[in-house]
């Protein structure tokens, strides 16, 4: 079982509508989780981070964290077309100091 | 806040040579960096751990006598690919993590090495 798992995709929503994203992982004394952005032949860019159960929101981003299902999604209101990029999971487990990547879900907003 | 940057942003090298990359960490200090390679259209792939003023921690498979890291100072880290082969042709990205108690990493641009 892989550390942190993605669903690679691609996920293709209409522009307007909910993107949701999805990870998973399989320490359960991760403390902190993290979304970031990589635009093809681009560095990944930090977009949101969460470390307590629940809900955070940021503007049109909403991070879901659920320590007891060790599950973090990312929810895209209105998406965009700018928004189509590889979305990367990231987590941080006790002891370790590196985050832990997922491979990414490619999403996709067409017109 | 939180800037990082990276240079060169791309370099081509003959196979044989040596090059290094620099990541720097604009306005803010950092104890640690992360050094990344990523094939096209795979995932990202940490390569070592880098401690200011300590040895780096290589990631399993690494190499370290090939990837050569320093941290010389809490804005820089350097890693230098010796000896480079076609096959090290890849994107290399830094990150830094400003510490103060939070784990979230900034990245570099990014720098595309090929080598011929």
């Known amino acids: 079982q892989k550390e942190v798992e993605q669903n690679s995709g691609p996920l293709s929503v209409p522009e307007g509508a909910i993107a949701s994203l999805n990870c998973t992982y399989s320490?359960?004394?991760?403390?902190?989780f993290f979304w970031y952005r990589q635009y093809s032949g681009k560095s990944p860019e930090l977009i949101m981070s969460i470390y307590s159960n629940g809900d955070k929101e940021d503007g049109r981003f909403t991070a879901q964290l659920n320590k007891a299902s060790q599950y973090v999604s990312l929810l895209i209101r209105d998406s965009q077309p700018s928004d189509s990029a590889t979305y990367l999971c990231a987590v941080k487990t006790r002891g370790y100091n590196k985050l832990i990547f997922g491979a990414g879900t490619r999403l996709a907003v067409h017109p | 806040g939180a800037v990082v940057s990276q240079h060169p942003s791309r370099v081509i090298c003959k196979s044989g040579t040596s090059v290094k990359i620099e990541c720097r960490s604009l306005d803010f200090q950092a104890t640690t960096m992360f050094w990344y390679r990523q094939f096209p259209k795979q995932s990202l792939m940490l390569m070592a751990t880098?401690?200011?003023?300590?040895?780096?921690?290589?990631e399993q498979g690494v190499e370290k006598d090939k990837f050569l890291i320093n941290h010389a100072s809490l804005t820089l880290s350097t890693l230098t690919v010796t000896s480079a082969h076609p096959e090290d042709s890849s994107f290399y990205i830094c990150?830094?993590?400003?510490?103060?108690?939070?784990?979230?990493?900034?990245f570099g641009p990014g720098t595309r090495l090929t080598v011929t």
């Open positions: 320490d359960r004394v991760s403390q902190s």
């Open positions: 990150s830094a993590n400003p510490g103060q108690g939070g784990y979230e990493q900034y």
């Open positions: 880098s401690n200011e003023g300590s040895k780096a921690t290589y």
